[in-house]
């Protein structure tokens, strides 16, 4: 159940964010400690494996997000029509999980320019997306809003690495 | 108030067309979601002064009409939680400005507020985690 520490990360960002403290040295470490314990709990969890289904999915959305981003802060789309278009049309060529990977990639997209200057932190974040989607693929099953919640969390660790931005 | 109120009405519209959707049709949980965003998205800023807050309500509710037909499973539910997601999308605009996956965190919330609620007032209807009744 420990593991259940990275899906709540946001949550507690949220938390520490209305605190005004969330992207200070304290809540940065505050996040990444969070980070550690539940990373830490998944890999030791009982048949873990880092199987081919993990990379692909951290590539898928890593595609999402580079697209996302783009297509919402270069072509001035608007980071909701830009995500939904991603969406849209991953749904059109990809199948099952797949969609899903990318959609959740579509969301770390969303992410404001401020917070992402440059490319690579969001392309981080994109990969590790997806990793978290493998990883706690038993958390809040059949909750909407559970992708956007992993997105969060890649993204949130992410700044608390990267500084926080803005 | 007026855009808090405005919001709650497009926030119950949408849910209810998200939840008709997933019921109705054969669209992905992705197309639909995707689908209501891009509408809301290209249509209520134009629409409206505050159309790009009620565009981000859309799009918390279109997320939580992603939710299992076990969690959510008639309008009355979906509308609930469209309630509570323009309220929250509403009330925490300064919340996490800028991160990805905010909107989709706020759907979830107002999910797992939702179904605490209606265990409370229905002991009857616990949930278990993989969404199934018990």
């Not at chain 1, 981080?124 to 493998?134: C, D, P, R, S, Y």
């Not at chain 2, 108030?1 to 849910?15: F, Y």
């Not at chain 2, 309500?57 to 009409?65: E, G, K, Q, R």
């Not at chain 2, 919330?109 to 209606?118: A, E």
Request: proline residues 3%; aromatic residues 8%.
């Amino acid at each position: 159940m420990l593991h259940y520490v990275v899906i709540f990360i946001p949550l507690l960002g949220a938390a520490l964010d209305i605190l005004d403290v969330l992207f200070t040295p304290v809540g940065r470490l505050v996040v990444l400690g969070a980070a550690v314990v539940g990373l830490i709990a998944v890999f030791r969890r009982p048949g873990f494996s880092l199987g081919p289904q993990l990379a692909k999915s951290a590539l898928i959305s890593l595609v999402g997000a580079a697209l996302t981003f783009v297509l919402s802060t270069q072509l001035n789309l608007g980071a909701v029509v830009a995500s939904a278009l991603v969406g849209l049309v991953g749904a059109q060529v990809l199948k099952g999980r797949d969609q899903l990977v990318l959609y959740l990639g579509a969301f770390v997209g969303m992410s404001s320019v401020l917070r992402f200057p440059t490319l690579v932190p969001l392309i981080v974040a994109g990969l590790l997306g997806g990793f978290l989607f493998e990883l706690v693929d038993d958390c809040w099953i059949g909750v909407g809003g559970r992708l956007g919640t992993i997105a969060a969390t890649a993204v949130v660790v992410v700044l608390a690495i990267t500084g926080g931005g803005l | 108030m007026v855009t808090l109120l405005l919001g709650i009405v497009i926030a119950l519209i949408c849910g209810a067309a998200g939840f008709w959707l997933r019921q109705q049709t054969k669209l992905t949980v992705v197309e639909v979601s995707a689908l209501l965003a891009l509408v809301a998205g290209l249509i209520l800023p134009r629409l409206f002064t505050d159309g790009g807050l009620f565009a981000l309500i859309c799009t918390t509710v279109s997320y939580a009409t992603m939710c299992s037909g076990k969690r959510i499973a008639n309008y009355m539910d979906m509308l609930v939680t469209s309630l509570i997601c323009a309220l929250i999308v509403y009330f925490g605009q300064s919340v996490l400005v800028g991160v990805g996956g905010r909107l989709g965190t706020s759907a979830a919330i107002s999910v797992l507020l939702f179904v605490l609620i209606k265990e409370r007032l229905n002991p009857g209807s616990r949930q278990s985690d993989q969404g199934v009744k018990t």
